[in-house]
């Protein structure tokens, strides 16, 4: 069955305190050169059917009104570990 | 007037908003996020609290609960809607509210008791107070930062809908330092800090919430 992925990251202007404690943490560790850190969610959408245009738009406004908040966060689709192309938003 | 106060699954602060409701004068009348009509009140106030969990965003999935349509349609003719906390949260997901609310900048959940500045007293939920009272009342929050864009931030400045701004220290990042807002047409409001506990002197900070509970006394015999 196809996969779809959903990654939602915080708009870059948008202040993201969980990076920031991800990368307060780091050198603690040991580990170092990491500059910035932006935490996201990743949602795994296992689907029924085919990948049609139409089920794209559909996962598109999910992720949009559901899975994401557009004041504060940009996401992006995959398909099957593909890219996909935004549709393009209709005015 | 009538006053519902709904309880999602994970709401805290409830109880203590219908109380502040009666304070006020008012009847309070209980909704049920499950329920498909607002019982005939007057006006809504979502509590604080952590509704759903606080799961994938504050207030996300309430937003999309059954009362939340009819809150939505309501607020679109004129209803008094009061957002407290994680009711604020709720009202900026649904759209109804302009901005958003994340993790505070220092990470940490803050409860104190915190002295705002009432900047627009013209609202159904401020006009008892005198434009530019200052009053102190408890905040509790862990995801309280008020956030949106310059134009956005730069219009609600210019159009007085900031209703309550921090003074002092400001306790968790909010842009402009911005408590409280309400929308273009003044009946809906969105306030981080919490009126409902402090309502009477025998157990809060003080009595200086109050007046968010009685405006809405005043402003039907005015």
Same mark, same amino acid.
């Given at each position: 069955?196809?996969?779809?992925?959903?990654?939602? /990251?915080?708009?870059?202007?948008?202040?993201?305190?969980?990076?920031?404690?991800?990368?307060?943490?780091?050198?603690?560790?040991?580990?170092?050169?990491?500059?910035?850190?932006?935490?996201?969610?990743?949602?795994?959408?296992?689907?029924?059917?085919?990948?049609? *245009?139409?089920? =794209?738009?559909?996962?598109?406004?999910?992720?949009?009104?559901?899975?994401? $908040?557009?004041?504060?966060?940009?996401?992006?689709?995959?398909?099957?570990?593909?890219?996909?192309?935004?549709?393009?938003?209709?005015? | /007037?009538?006053?519902?106060?709904?309880?999602?699954?994970?709401?805290?602060?409830?109880?203590?908003?219908?109380?502040?409701?009666?304070?006020?004068?008012?009847?309070?009348?209980?909704?049920?996020?499950?329920?498909? *009509?607002?019982?005939?009140?007057?006006?809504?106030?979502?509590?604080?609290?952590?509704?759903?969990?606080?799961?994938?965003?504050?207030?996300?999935?309430?937003?999309?609960?059954?009362?939340?349509?009819?809150?939505?349609?309501?607020?679109?003719?004129?209803?008094?809607?009061?957002?407290?906390?994680?009711?604020?949260?709720?009202?900026?997901?649904?759209?109804?509210?302009?901005?958003?609310?994340?993790?505070?900048?220092?990470?940490?959940?803050?409860?104190?008791?915190?002295? =705002?500045?009432?900047?627009?007293?013209?609202?159904?939920?401020?006009?008892?107070?005198?434009?530019?009272?200052?009053?102190?009342?408890?905040?509790?929050?862990?995801?309280?930062?008020?956030?949106? *864009?310059?134009?956005? =931030? *730069?219009?609600?400045?210019?159009?007085?809908?900031?209703?309550?701004?921090?003074?002092?220290?400001?306790? $968790?990042?909010? /842009?402009?330092?911005?408590?409280?807002?309400?929308?273009?047409?003044? $009946?809906?409001?969105?306030? /981080?800090?919490?009126?409902?506990?402090?309502?009477?002197?025998?157990?809060?900070?003080?009595?200086?919430?109050?007046?968010?509970?009685?405006?809405?006394?005043?402003?039907?015999?005015?």
């Amino acid at each position: 069955m196809p996969k779809v992925v959903v990654d939602v /990251m915080p708009k870059p202007e948008i202040l993201d305190p969980q990076g920031k404690a991800v990368l307060g943490a780091l050198p603690r560790l040991g580990f170092s050169g990491v500059t910035d850190v932006r935490q996201g969610k990743r949602f795994e959408l296992e689907l029924s059917g085919e990948v049609t *245009d139409d089920v =794209l738009e559909q996962i598109r406004q999910m992720a949009e009104t559901l899975l994401s $908040n557009p004041v504060i966060e940009n996401f992006a689709i995959s398909v099957d570990g593909a890219r996909v192309e935004q549709p393009e938003r209709t005015a | /007037m009538k006053v519902g106060v709904v309880t999602f699954p994970g709401s805290l602060d409830d109880v203590d908003a219908q109380r502040a409701v009666r304070f006020g004068g008012n009847e309070a009348v209980a909704l049920w996020h499950g329920d498909h *009509d607002l019982r005939a009140v007057d006006a809504v106030v979502l509590p604080g609290g952590f509704s759903y969990g606080d799961y994938l965003r504050c207030g996300a999935i309430s937003r999309f609960s059954p009362v939340m349509t009819e809150v939505v349609e309501a607020a679109g003719r004129g209803m008094p809607v009061l957002g407290i906390c994680n009711g604020f949260q709720i009202l900026c997901e649904s759209h109804l509210l302009p901005g958003a609310l994340i993790r505070n900048d220092h990470r940490k959940f803050v409860c104190r008791d915190q002295r =705002l500045r009432i900047e627009n007293n013209r609202t159904p939920w401020t006009s008892s107070y005198a434009e530019g009272v200052e009053i102190t009342i408890p905040l509790k929050n862990g995801e309280g930062g008020f956030v949106a *864009d310059a134009e956005t =931030l *730069d219009r609600i400045e210019g159009e007085g809908q900031v209703v309550a701004r921090y003074l002092e220290d400001n306790p $968790n990042g909010s /842009m402009r330092d911005i408590a409280g807002i309400t929308n273009e047409r003044g $009946n809906v409001v969105g306030l /981080m800090p919490h009126p409902e506990h402090a309502t009477e002197a025998l157990t809060g900070s003080g009595t200086d919430g109050l007046g968010f509970f009685t405006s809405l006394v005043e402003r039907a015999f005015a």
